[in-house]
């Protein structure tokens, strides 16, 4: 029933009882220089307890010493332990990851401009003559911009995927090497490909503008 009434709560993806001989056994697999002591022992020390494991999006600090304030609340709780110095300090370090992440993003963003937009005014340049030639054979402006516009997006398109893929690399070698980590959602990561695309459609939209009025 305990279990039952902690996995009801909405942070709570599972809770699992460990029995006092479940805990003496995986004491003994996991602290190996211990073995030999652990072997030794007449009377099991461990107690039973409850593993709690939260949702991702709720591993942060608040929501884990919420949790365990709550689960003081249960007669049956003596103690709760969860590292609180280690959870501040990861969560310490997301936040940080997150901010240099906005920042570092923002210069990507950018610097994607400056280069589409380069590349679009060297694509232009280089087609003034074909431009010219469709200006007099009556095609507007808005008819010339088009396929500026459209290599401008795809590129973009490209860097947001480039971007997504890059980002799945690196949270794949942190989930092996040092901690659990959260991916994008699929509304996020669709929502980078899609910012990328609207940059480089924007940045080839001010790039070709202000360049077809000089052919």
């Known amino acids: 029933m305990a279990v039952k009434d902690i996995e009801a709560f909405p942070e709570v993806q599972s809770a699992t009882y460990v029995t006092e001989d479940q805990a003496l056994a995986r004491a003994r697999a996991e602290l190996v220089e211990f073995r030999d002591v652990l072997q030794e022992l007449e009377r099991n020390p461990l107690p039973a307890s409850l593993e709690v494991k939260l949702k991702p999006g709720f591993r942060d600090a608040d929501h884990v010493n919420d949790v365990a304030d709550r689960l003081r609340g249960f007669g049956f709780v003596d103690d709760v332990r969860f590292g609180r110095d280690w959870v501040e300090k990861l969560d310490r370090l997301r936040q940080l990851a997150a901010a240099v992440g906005l920042v570092v993003g923002a210069a990507f963003a950018v610097?994607?401009?400056?280069?589409?937009?380069?590349?679009?005014?060297?694509?232009?340049?280089?087609?003034?003559?074909?431009?010219?030639?469709m200006r007099l054979v009556g095609a507007t402006d808005g008819f010339i911009r088009r396929p500026f516009l459209l290599q401008g997006a795809i590129k973009g398109m490209l860097g947001g995927l480039v971007a997504v893929g890059l980002s799945f690399a690196a949270y794949t070698l942190i989930n092996r090497w040092l901690f659990?980590?959260?991916?994008?959602?699929?509304?996020?990561?669709?929502?980078?490909?899609?910012?990328?695309?609207?940059i480089g459609f924007f940045g080839s939209s001010a790039s070709v503008g202000r360049h077809l009025r000089r052919v």
Not at 183 to 190: G, P, V
């Open 180 to 198: 659990h980590a959260a991916f994008f959602s699929r509304e996020q990561a669709s929502a980078i490909v899609a910012f990328g695309t609207l």
């Open 111 to 133: 610097v994607a401009i400056i280069i589409i937009g380069t590349t679009i005014r060297m694509a232009v340049l280089q087609r003034s003559r074909e431009i010219a030639i």
